[in-house]
């Protein structure tokens, strides 16, 4: 069979494989994309998915970018302005408003599914690049300047970089014998569309309660999505419960905010972990999103990093081609492997200590002196703001507003 030749080969066509599929094939490389499933046809007539993230003003901006931005934002997303914390012990609760630090917004509420069709379509549509799919990857190997991806369908890609991304369960990682530290929080995120009897007037509102945080995230039609964090032994407890009894329960966690829960659709729960690999890089591949990295979802950042992995390898490897470089050579792949590094683990081992504060009751005393101390510093707030938002300094280009027209000029 005939061998084909592309500058880069990404090996999953999730929310961040696709993303970074379209911003390096819209950047002139030749791109192969790898994927086993379609993903369902997005259906704006459904009821809402039970799966959402809060897509950062960095992630819409980088979005934006690969062309997917527009078809997400032109369905039910909802935007957010205000972000409200509370101490379960905590009565004066830490507001965020995007007004105050000169922001449009703090970030938007997106279905997942809508996500993963909209930057699906935009990949399969505009004919940039070649899709294999369903495709995926049966082993690879390097030889020379490329390496050699053979295909379970039998295709052979020869490129000059590959790319997992791949999941959690990374086919790639394993196949580059790259180690994971795992740490298993014996917690579930249990998840579920809820209305209470005030609409979501557009509020991202979390409570720290013992034993984990409950998040209510707002829907286009002012019901909210909740995402409820709780040890795994309750959490199965309050999946047996009947809806009359769940309802009572998340009232009392939700100490009344929005007045009484109206009702509850169907619900699902998660195990939460947190994965980080000992490197992102090596031998002409590089592991981006969640093959590389799983955060716990306490800041709701996990599909941020993987779209700023997406953009920050993108910058570097338009960076290399206008430099006359090459895109897969080992000096390219360590300052990817430490900028993004460092940027996933201080983001993960953030939300860790976060998770341990809030988590013990006899560390209340600290907490509240926390909160307050962020309260009367409006420094702190913006530095926090700055990383939830993905706007710091050390974010990519793509998504602090430099497009890739901007990026490509010598």
């Known amino acids: 069979m005939k061998n084909l030749n592309y500058d880069v080969a990404i090996i999953g066509a999730g929310m961040v494989g696709a993303t970074l599929a379209s911003l390096l094939s819209r950047s002139g490389f030749s791109v192969a994309l790898v994927e086993a499933f379609e993903p369902r046809a997005f259906d704006a007539d459904a009821e809402v998915g039970l799966r959402v993230s809060a897509i950062s003003p960095g992630s819409s901006a980088i979005l934006d970018q690969a062309g997917a931005w527009k078809l997400i934002s032109a369905q039910r997303v909802r935007p957010y302005r205000r972000m409200q914390v509370e101490d379960g012990v905590e009565l004066d609760p830490l507001l965020f408003d995007a007004p105050v630090f000169n922001l449009e917004s703090l970030g938007t509420i997106v279905e997942n599914a809508l996500l993963q069709w909209s930057v699906w379509k935009v990949v399969t549509g505009g004919g940039l690049l070649d899709v294999f799919c369903p495709d995926s990857i049966e082993g690879m190997e390097l030889c020379g300047e490329k390496n050699r991806v053979v295909l379970k ?225 409006w420094t702190i707030r913006d530095m926090f703001l700055q990383r939830a938002t993905g706007l710091a300094k050390n974010a990519p280009k793509l998504a602090r507003g430099i497009t890739l027209r901007e990026l490509m000029q010598p």
Not at 162 to 175: E, H, L, P
Not at 248 to 255: F, G, I, K, V
Not at 306 to 314: N, P, S, V
Request: charged share 20%; proline share 4%; hydrophobic share 40%.
């Open 153 to 377: 369908s039998g295709k052979i890609l020869n490129a000059s970089l590959v790319v997992g991304a791949d999941g959690s369960a990374s086919r790639v990682r394993k196949i580059m014998g790259v180690r994971q530290d795992h740490h298993a929080y014996n917690q579930h995120g249990l998840v579920a569309v809820v209305g209470k009897q005030k609409p979501n007037p557009g509020v991202a509102w979390q409570r720290f309660l013992a034993g984990g945080p409950l998040a209510f995230l707002p829907l286009a039609d002012g019901r909210s999505s909740i995402v409820w964090t709780r040890p795994s032994v309750e959490a199965e407890g309050l999946m047996a419960m009947d809806t009359g009894t769940f309802s009572s329960e998340l009232d009392q966690a939700s100490s009344g905010w929005l007045g009484r829960v109206e009702s509850v659709g169907p619900r699902a729960s998660f195990p939460l972990s947190m994965r980080l690999s000992e490197c992102y890089a090596s031998r002409r591949t590089v592991l981006i999103g969640d093959a590389a990295h799983v955060v716990h979802p306490l800041a709701g950042q996990g599909v941020n990093l993987g779209f700023a992995d997406a953009a920050a390898l993108t910058e570097s490897l338009i960076a290399v081609r206008l430099a006359g470089g090459d895109i897969g050579s080992t000096p390219v792949l360590h300052k990817y492997d430490r900028w993004r590094r460092s940027e996933s683990e201080a983001m993960a081992f953030g939300m860790h200590g976060l998770r341990s504060l809030f988590g013990v009751e006899s560390l209340s005393p600290l907490r509240r002196a926390g909160m307050l101390l962020v309260k009367r510093s």
